[in-house]
């Protein structure tokens, strides 16, 4: 089956900085890599996604890249600010599969 | 902005009880999941369900699990006899298609606690 794997566990950055969430990913069938934010108490809200047929999306300071050759896959965000902190979870699927495959979250801080 | 609602919000109950844990998914949605999430851990998929049945199941989602939709609206995951490591946090998702043109909307969660 999928396996995903993200790093880091733990990111702090100061407000500003850029922050960046590395995934990697085994099953060379998924195509649909969805990135959620999870605030605490709260479920996953997907943020951003792509899909295998691009190699990178952008929405305002979000931004994710893919490289389907190395099976890998990012996520961008600029001018980070405190209401960025949360634990952000990458994901992967497959075409017309109900299953999403989750990364073990990433615990992003940023400093004011 | 259409929502999935989850209850109850927590539950404790004792080992070996029978829990049952609701979600009213998006109303014109088609797919409905639940994932699980120990605290401080990744979130795994435990099942997903489509046209009245289940279409996909983990090796969570042994016996002890069941789901149903028993009215249209609702969509319940039921744990039969409950164990201490049942105890996580329960989301349930809904999605308008499925794979990588189904944006998945997840509710708030349900906090089961089992002693």
């Known amino acids: 089956g999928e396996n995903v794997e993200q790093h880091p566990s733990t990111l702090s950055v100061q407000e500003g900085d850029s922050a960046v969430i590395k995934c990697t990913y085994s099953?060379?069938?998924?195509?649909?890599f969805p990135w959620y934010k999870q605030e605490l108490g709260k479920g996953p809200q997907l943020i951003i996604d792509?899909?295998?047929?691009?190699g990178e999306k952008k929405d305002q300071r979000i931004a994710v890249t893919l490289n389907k050759t190395a099976k890998h896959f990012s996520l961008h965000i600029t001018e980070t600010q405190p209401e960025d902190s949360a634990v952000y979870f990458c994901?992967?699927?497959?075409?017309?599969?109900?299953?999403?495959?989750f990364g073990d979250g990433t615990t992003l801080t940023v400093k004011p | 902005e259409p929502e999935v609602t989850q209850t109850p919000s927590h539950q404790v109950t004792q080992m070996g009880q029978e829990v049952i844990l609701r979600c009213v998914p998006i109303?014109?949605?088609?797919?409905f999941y639940w994932y699980r999430q120990i605290l401080g851990q990744k979130v795994e998929f435990l099942v997903s369900?489509?046209?009245?049945?289940?279409?996909?199941k983990s090796e969570i989602f042994d016996d002890q699990f069941s789901v149903e939709r028993p009215d249209g609206s609702n969509f319940t995951l039921k744990i039969r006899s409950t164990k201490l490591e049942d105890s996580a946090m329960y989301f349930c998702?809904?999605?308008?298609?499925?794979?990588?043109?189904?944006?998945?909307?997840f509710g708030e969660g349900s906090r089961l606690t089992v002693l």
């Open positions: 099953d060379s069938a998924s195509n649909y």
């Open positions: 369900f489509y046209n009245n049945e289940i279409s996909e």
């Open positions: 792509i899909r295998s047929n691009v």
């Open positions: 998702a809904s999605s308008l298609e499925q794979g990588n043109t189904g944006e998945l909307f």
């Open positions: 994901a992967a699927s497959r075409a017309n599969a109900g299953k999403s495959t």
């Open positions: 109303s014109n949605h088609l797919y």
